[in-house]
């Protein structure tokens, strides 16, 4: 599936096509630029990496199309357009889980992340690092077919990382696939609603188009679970937790993917000896609190109130940062005042 | 009080004589010019005119904290009785700003309590406040009279009751959209029994209670209050007993509109609002049901300003608001309104100027259904040719629409369009939303501001570059194909004054064109783009007069510029950057 897509996108061939041909001329030009100032291959360089968008390495030159790095948008180019991006991405991307933890710190995107993501309209999270510039197809299907090899002659071109690459599904369609878009990204501090905002969004139930949040007394209760800085939301049904400590440790597990990259700041090897106690020590830390809205749009600390209360009147779960929970523990506890 | 200036030497005055007016008359004529940018002007004519501006000037506006010290302000302008600052980046309202970047203002209060004894006003926007800064503040003003403190944090409510009790000459309160920390309600009860000056007083975004007989008894005695803005734990039957006290209301922001009322507390409350005929702005009405919307109908024949960017209206609710507001001139809404809701804009109200739209549920990626879209915005258009400000939020768009958008209201000023979804094209034609914008600014020669959104090439910022004669401020954010777009906006867009960009492949090629540029400009925000810190350094060294500031995130790459702030200063760099800020 991603063969094809590569030559698509990397092939400028396929670009001269394009109306923007100042685009083109400006790719074409930045490109040989590339070339010539890169000597040794440098391996780090032109690792294969998942970042947020713009988070690319520092050798690489700018602009030629080296661009936006949401690679699903491109894909629904019918009319053949193409964003510059996507010329210059490698895509020998068939990256496992495991792969697409950057150890930067960032938290990336993960095709196998336990959800089914599809790269469809929505913004996912990717930015190919390390690209200097598209050479030939050759030799890039040379890079795709045997991704441990790094060989000196593939002067720019895009080897995956060395470790073993755990081919899983593609994580983008073929161009022309009209992807339906699944759950998108959430992108930090996009759109650009400011925090006051966010809180006071608690559209009246009645009013709610919404339903299946906070369904009680049936025989599940949904509710949806964001994390800040996270790039999707997931749901979980709350029936199915007993306690506040079996809630904690099935969103520890579901989030852990997003967590990991929170951990390369503590000094944690970003793949490896990741413990569950770890996790709880971000999640119980300051570094995040588990937060939820109630029925009357408040948001709260969770653990305050009885489980059966709070299972009652829980809307959604929301893991947030430290400093952005400020003032909601006197709430809680005001709340539970009123409440007895 | 101005303090007396030295003697002139013999030399000094002989050459006064060449002007045709005394200084004194010059700056008592200098007394009436209030706007900054005025005031910019005439302090450049020649060196009698800066010096009879200084001496005459009692405001001083300031767009940028660290574009200057407080010490040269001081020394530049010695009778200043009113400081508005703003702090930091914009970006920083949407969580882009690391906590602790700075823009404290107590550097500046210590200055002030020396230079302006006499200090009035106090206006901070994205600045950094502390409690212990307030009390300083409180205790060294004898005249204090103004307090505003727009989406800034570091303070937490306890912070205003030294306010409450020291200043004496208040007159306006304002508090609005600010991160900070709620320690309860008990500040507005610290209001001497004495107290009688308040005009303004806006407490909407604070969480917590306050004691309702204290807010009571305050409005009761103080008579001149002009701005009310309560918050939402104040409830319509209280609400009621405000508003008996203070029918002279130019500005009312309501609580909790969702009460259940008797028939009683009902026609209490439609008598009240009857009242009020001074009303020219209504806000808040959070929750309200459609029952209780109708409360307000009587007190909305002069209103001109309606937000209701709190209550989750559906499209007939606003529908039949509106009509009761024929001289509404700004109009903030919530998405819920729809598309219907819009229609019933276009129609009720041929004198709006300016209409804001903010989604519901903004973080619901999946959300198709609700909101927005371009035919809401094309049915305004149409019924309100003297638009001229919009912020929009929706999930599609069209550049046809956009374009009929501009054909029927060519006077825009503000176009600030948000398509929620990044990179989202066209979504009929499936194509870039250039030509939306294209149609904007070739169709809008007075476009001072812009935001854009949705699947951008270069193009739209060749013709940004192009086109856009007046623009003073561009946000950008998940847009452009390469440097190219960058540089037409830098080669272009002579007015521009601030440009912020996220998410854009914009590398150092891009940052650099702009050498000659940034000078003219206040700032320029690039984050999670491509440009690098050599790329940084270089313009760090090219242009020493500018402050070159990238914000490194934890664990990030060390070669990478995560988030660069260029903005000009006359003070040098700062003195306070925390380690997360990297001068260059």
């Known amino acids: 599936m991603s063969r094809p897509l590569e030559h698509d996108y990397i092939g400028l061939s396929e670009v001269s096509s394009m109306e923007s041909s100042e685009k083109i001329s400006s790719a074409s030009s930045t490109v040989s630029t590339e070339e010539e100032k890169s000597n040794a291959l440098n391996l780090k360089e032109t690792e294969l990496r998942l970042g947020l968008p713009g988070s690319e390495s520092p050798e690489r030159k700018s602009g030629a199309g080296v661009g936006v790095s949401l690679l699903g948008r491109t894909v629904e180019d019918k009319n053949g357009y193409s964003l510059g991006v996507l010329k210059n991405f490698v895509s020998g991307a068939k990256r496992g889980f495991s792969d697409a933890i950057d150890v930067s710190g960032k938290w990336v995107f993960s095709g196998n992340g336990g959800s089914e993501v599809d790269m469809g309209k929505g913004a996912v999270l990717f930015s190919p690092r390390g690209v200097n510039g598209v050479k030939s197809l050759g030799v890039l299907e040379n890079a795709n077919q045997q991704p441990g090899s790094a060989a000196p002659a593939l002067k720019d071109v895009v080897p995956p990382s060395p470790k073993p690459v755990q081919d899983k599904k593609p994580q983008m369609p073929a161009a022309n696939d009209h992807v339906a878009p699944a759950a998108k990204a959430q992108v930090v501090g996009w759109p650009p609603i400011r925090s006051f905002r966010k809180n006071t969004m608690a559209v009246n139930p009645a009013k709610n188009n919404d339903d299946d949040e906070g369904k009680s007394g049936s025989a599940c209760l949904y509710v949806k679970v964001s994390m800040d800085g996270a790039p999707y939301l997931r749901k979980v049904d709350l029936k199915t937790y007993g306690s506040y400590k079996e809630l904690s440790a099935a969103l520890e597990k579901m989030f852990s993917c997003f967590t990991i990259g929170q951990c390369g700041s503590h000094g944690v090897p970003g793949r490896d000896g990741l413990s569950e106690s770890r996790l709880m020590d971000l999640l119980h830390g300051s570094e995040y609190v588990l937060t939820y809205e109630d029925k009357d749009g408040d948001w709260m600390l969770v653990g305050d109130v009885p489980w059966e209360m709070f299972t009652d009147s829980c809307r959604r779960l929301r893991i947030m940062k430290g400093s952005e929970a400020i003032g909601l523990a006197p709430r809680a506890m005001e709340k539970c005042k009123n409440r007895n | ?584």
């Open chain 2, 1 to 584: 009080m101005d303090s007396k200036r030295r003697k002139d030497s013999p030399e000094e005055e002989k050459k006064r004589q060449v002007l045709p007016f005394p200084d004194e008359i010059l700056e008592c004529v200098l007394g009436f010019v209030k706007s900054h940018k005025d005031r910019s002007s005439v302090s450049l004519v020649c060196k009698d005119w800066y010096t009879a501006e200084r001496w005459s000037r009692t405001h001083v506006f300031i767009g940028n904290c660290y574009s200057v010290s407080p010490e040269i302000l001081v020394r530049r302008f010695p009778n200043i009785r009113s400081v508005t600052l703003k702090g930091k980046p914009r970006f920083s309202d949407f969580n882009l700003v690391p906590p602790n970047w700075g823009a404290d203002i107590h550097a500046w209060l210590v200055v002030f309590a020396s230079a302006y004894p006499f200090l009035e006003e106090l206006r901070l926007k994205r600045m950094t406040v502390t409690d212990e800064s307030l009390e300083f503040l409180a205790k060294s003003f004898p005249n204090f009279k103004a307090l505003s403190l727009v989406s800034c944090d570091g303070f937490s409510t306890d912070g205003f009751k030294v306010i409450a009790t020291h200043c004496k000459n208040l007159t306006e309160l304002d508090i609005s959209e600010n991160g900070i920390d709620d320690a309860g309600g008990s500040w507005l009860s610290c209001f001497p029994d004495n107290f009688t000056s308040l005009e303004v007083l806006n407490f909407a975004s604070l969480n917590s209670k306050v004691n309702f007989d204290a807010l009571e008894r305050l409005v009761v005695r103080c008579k001149s209050l002009k701005v009310l803005k309560v918050n939402k734990n104040v409830t319509l039957e209280q609400l009621q007993r405000l508003l008996v006290q203070s029918p002279q209301l130019t500005e009312l922001g309501t609580g909790s509109f969702s009460q259940e009322l008797t028939l009683e507390q009902y026609s209490d409350l439609e008598n009240a609002f009857s009242n009020c005929k001074t009303l020219h702005t209504l806000s808040g009405l959070s929750e309200a049901t459609s029952l209780n919307l109708h409360l307000i109908c009587p007190a909305c024949t002069n209103l001109t300003f309606l937000n209701l960017s709190d209550a989750a209206l559906q499209g007939a609710e606003l529908a039949k608001l509106l009509p009761n507001c024929p001289l509404i001139r700004r109009l903030w809404v919530m998405d819920t309104v729809e598309d219907k809701g819009l229609e019933a804009v276009g129609f009720s109200c041929p004198l709006l100027e300016e209409l804001r739209v903010y989604p519901a549920e903004p973080f619901e990626l999946d959300a198709i259904l609700g909101g927005v879209t371009e035919l809401g915005f094309v049915a305004v258009s149409r019924g309100c040719p003297k638009l001229h400000y919009v912020l929009y939020f929706c999930r599609r768009m069209t550049n046809a629409a956009v374009a009929t958008v501009v054909k029927n209201c060519p006077d825009f000023t503000h176009f600030r369009l948000c398509i929620m979804n990044p990179w989202e094209p066209d979504y009929l034609t499936k194509e870039p939303v250039d030509e939306a914008f294209g149609a904007v600014v070739k169709t809008c020669p007075k476009l001072q501001r812009l935001a854009v959104s949705g699947l951008l090439t270069d193009l739209t910022f060749e013709y940004i570059g192009k086109y856009a004669k007046n623009l003073e401020t561009l946000s950008v954010a998940f847009a452009g194909s390469s440097d190219r777009g960058m540089q037409y906006v830098l080669g272009g867009c002579p007015k521009l004054r601030k440009l912020e960009i996220r998410d854009c492949p914009f590398g150092n090629a891009a940052l650099l064109t702009g050498l000659e540029r940034y000078e003219s400009m206040r700032s320029l925000w690039m984050s999670a783009c491509h440009v690098t810190m050599n790329g940084c350094r270089q313009l760090a060294r090219e242009m020493p007069r500018l402050n070159v500031e990238v914000i490194k995130e934890d664990g990030s790459d060390e070669n990478h510029a995560d988030k660069v702030y260029v903005y000009r200063s006359v003070a040098g760099p700062r003195r306070d950057a925390p380690p997360f800020v990297l001068t260059l």
